[in-house]
């Protein structure tokens, strides 16, 4: 399993971002595919979620602003950021769960400044 996480980067309050994960050597239709975060001094929290079947799950901190997707032909999930905020800064992770194996992308930096 490999996943590959790119489209950080530095935005202005209110601005957007998306980022892309790539996933290779492995089914990526078949399993969920899920973003982190973590802010310096803080523990890692899920943001949101793109189940197999479709479903989606947001965090009530990026409800209504973040959007994930995926495009099962291409291997690759997006995370859209809208209306981002400063504490919307972090480093984010990709993951999924490969047989009760959690693999995680790079991390790509997000920076949003006010």
């Known amino acids: 399993v490999q996943l590959q996480a790119s489209g950080g980067g530095l935005v202005q309050a209110g601005g957007s971002l998306r980022l892309s994960c790539v996933a290779s050597?492995?089914?990526?239709?078949?399993?969920?595919l899920a973003w982190y975060r973590q802010a310096p001094g803080k523990q890692r929290e899920l943001v949101a979620v793109?189940?197999?079947?479709?479903?989606?799950y947001y965090a009530d901190s990026v409800k209504g602003r973040f959007t994930i997707s995926r495009d099962n032909a291409k291997n690759t999930a997006y995370l859209q950021m809208n209306s981002m905020k400063p504490e919307d800064t972090a480093v984010y992770y990709c993951?999924?769960?490969?047989?009760?194996?959690?693999?995680w992308g790079q991390g790509t930096l997000v920076t949003v400044s006010s």
């Open positions: 793109a189940h197999s079947g479709g479903t989606t």
């Open positions: 993951n999924t769960n490969f047989f009760d194996e959690d693999y």
């Open positions: 050597r492995y089914a990526f239709s078949r399993y969920s």
